[in-house]
């Protein structure tokens, strides 16, 4: 039974979760599955990057966070998901070695219109580093049952406990594409960006093994690892943490970088350096992927402007989608990453 209900969540309630220790390993293992970029795989290779060092994807940081709220409080709450994300800002980098710790307020509550039995909870996350500085900050919505309705739960709270953690599944990656010519150029360099150009990232299909592996490591509510209690949620079934969605979306998104740059390479050409990402905004999980849901992921360019802090570089703000073989829209998210001006 949960010891907190939405009641408990008034405006400005607040606490802390963690410490969270982060390693080398895991740093590096979600990498490989998910953002296979230099800076977050090798000490080396980072040192000749924007970056400079190896740091986690900004991806784990929120999986990280979900995790430390889950252990520290939401496990112990009457939680239903969350339909969204505001916005979430990459303050600074998140090293092998850092202890997490997460701060989280309250700041407004309201009650289902459409589910009388549920409340929405408007709340700001801050984290921490040992050091005590700030390196992210996210402001999203959660979900939350009101005390006397029924368990969103079911019965997998323990089982989830007593079974341990999961090891995850390898992601594959595509194939390479033929890419040549003026389009090759117009989808690297970033002067040549075209604003409202939308383009196919690839598929992704959610099967219960991979569902379970992730949420067990990053976000283990019961209708993520347990498909009974999933089919007494509201849910309905097993369905996926919306972290692994994200997750999944940025790989397809790091395939297609690196088929450009492999592209480029064999044209000739220089392929511009790709910095990290800020943040992003309005991240929308609009209806759940489910065990065996395929989702195909696209990016549509939204604007672009140079750096006025960084000399060279461009920041692009691009519109990311998700939508599953109905053809529903599942999925979306507006996300930057800064991009080195070099011409071809």
């Known amino acids: 039974m949960p010891d907190i209900f939405f009641e408990d969540l008034a405006v400005g309630a607040s606490g802390q979760c963690g410490p969270r220790l982060v390693t080398r390993d895991e740093i590096v293992a979600f990498a ?9 795989l090798d000490e080396e290779a980072a040192k000749g990057t924007f970056v400079g060092e190896l740091i986690a994807s900004g991806w784990q940081t929120c999986a990280l966070v979900m995790r430390i709220m889950y252990d520290g409080m939401i496990a112990q709450s009457s939680s239903m998901g969350s339909p969204g ?17 997460a701060h989280w307020e309250v700041l407004e509550t309201r009650v289902s219109k459409k589910r009388p039995d549920m409340g929405l909870v408007r709340m700001r996350i801050r984290l921490f580093d040992q050091r005590g500085l700030g390196v992210y900050e ?12 029924a368990s969103p739960h079911g019965e997998a709270r323990q089982r989830e406990a007593d079974a341990g953690p999961a090891a995850m599944p390898k992601a594959r990656p595509e194939a390479p594409a033929a890419l040549s010519g003026k389009a090759l150029i117009a989808q690297a360099y970033f002067h040549n960006l075209v604003e409202g150009e939308t383009h196919e990232l690839g598929s992704y299909t959610f099967t219960p093994e991979p569902i379970v592996a992730f949420a067990k490591i990053y976000d283990p509510q019961p209708f993520h690892v347990d498909p009974d209690s999933a089919a ?42 790709m910095g990290p ?35 060279g570089w461009g920041l692009t703000f691009s519109r ?17 990453v800064f991009v080195e001006t070099r011409g071809p």
């Open 277 to 311: 990402s800020p943040g992003f905004k309005d991240l929308v999980w609009h209806r759940p992927v489910y065990a065996g849901d395929t989702i195909t992921f696209a990016t549509s360019l939204a604007s672009k402007r140079e750096s006025a802090s960084r000399p």
């Open 85 to 101: 994300v505001e916005e979430v800002k990459w303050l600074g980098p998140v090293r092998p070695g850092d202890s997490l710790t």
């Open 320 to 336: 990311n989608t998700g939508t599953n073989q109905k053809g529903e829209l599942v999925y979306s998210f507006v996300g930057s």
């Open 138 to 149: 996210q402001l999203f919505w959660m979900m939350a049952g009101l005390r006397g309705a």
């Open 32 to 40: 490989r599955d998910f953002d296979p970029q230099p800076f977050h």
């Open 232 to 273: 007494r949620s509201h849910f309905g079934a097993l369905c996926a943490s919306g972290w692994h969605t994200g997750a999944a979306c940025m790989r397809k998104l790091i395939d297609r970088k690196s088929r450009i740059r492999e592209a480029l390479l064999a044209q000739g050409l220089t392929p511009p350096a």
